[in-house]
């Protein structure tokens, strides 16, 4: 069974700083997707970026990037340039071919002004 | 496309009692999923539907859930006889046609709260 664990239950991060937030997975698998998802307080589920496992390039979207790394069965997000309007809950996500969505537990960032 | 659309969002109950939530997808989507969310937790994948077909159920999905997506477009989850330990967010999410990997996109959820 496919497994997402993210270690850190919460973060922290100065605006305008930069953080990382951890994520490694487990899986059999060759081929599968890795997504990272921001749900704001009482606020529905939304996609940050995601990342296809056959490409070695690491995914870009403005100011949030990843690290994948597929032999370690990492994938961590990196957010520049922090925002106030970037605290939320912060999960990462597994899902091979059309099959269902596995989550972690979710880090719960705080941006502090 | 206005996007997941969830009712009721917010349900309060007394043990016992039978709740119903809907869930109406993104209408190209075909794929829809039930997932419950726990306070501080991530989404638990409960069960997911192609079209009509109900293709895969979570052993979460005890005798006491039954989902249903009878015409392909909006889907019914069900509880029977809630539990307090069925207090939760039911989230639903819908995504694009089986080959095309990629987002589940979320509605807002229904948060059930069993007293």
């Known amino acids: 069974a496919q497994t997402v664990t993210q270690s850190q239950p919460e973060m922290s991060v100065q605006e305008a700083e930069t953080v990382t937030l951890s994520c490694t997975y487990d899986?059999?698998?060759?081929?599968?997707?890795l997504f990272w998802y921001k749900q704001p307080p009482s606020r529905q589920m939304i996609l940050v970026i995601r990342q296809e496992a056959y490409k070695q390039q690491n995914a870009t979207e403005n100011r949030f990037s990843v690290n994948f790394q597929k032999a370690a069965k990492s994938f961590s997000l990196k957010i520049s340039d922090s925002q106030l309007g970037d605290a939320a809950m912060y999960f990462c996500a597994y899902r091979r071919g059309d099959n269902d969505m596995r989550f972690g537990a979710g880090t719960r960032l705080t941006v502090k002004p | 496309d206005t996007g997941v659309s969830q009712n009721p969002r917010h349900k309060i109950t007394k043990r016992g009692q039978n709740v119903t939530f809907r869930c109406d997808p993104i209408?190209?989507?075909?794929?829809l999923y039930w997932y419950r969310q726990t306070l501080g937790q991530g989404p638990e994948f409960l069960t997911y539907?192609?079209?009509?077909?109900?293709?895969?159920k979570s052993r979460l999905l005890s005798d006491r859930f039954s989902a249903e997506r009878p015409k392909g477009s909006f889907s019914t989850l069900e509880i029977q006889r809630t539990e307090q330990g069925d207090s939760a967010m039911y989230l639903c999410?819908?995504?694009?046609?089986?080959?095309?990997?990629?987002?589940?996109?979320f509605g807002e959820g229904s948060r059930l709260t069993v007293l």
């Open positions: 539907f192609q079209n009509e077909a109900q293709l895969e």
């Open positions: 899986t059999s698998e060759s081929d599968y997707y």
């Open positions: 999410a819908s995504s694009l046609p089986a080959g095309v990997a990629g987002e589940l996109f």
């Open positions: 209408s190209e989507h075909n794929r």
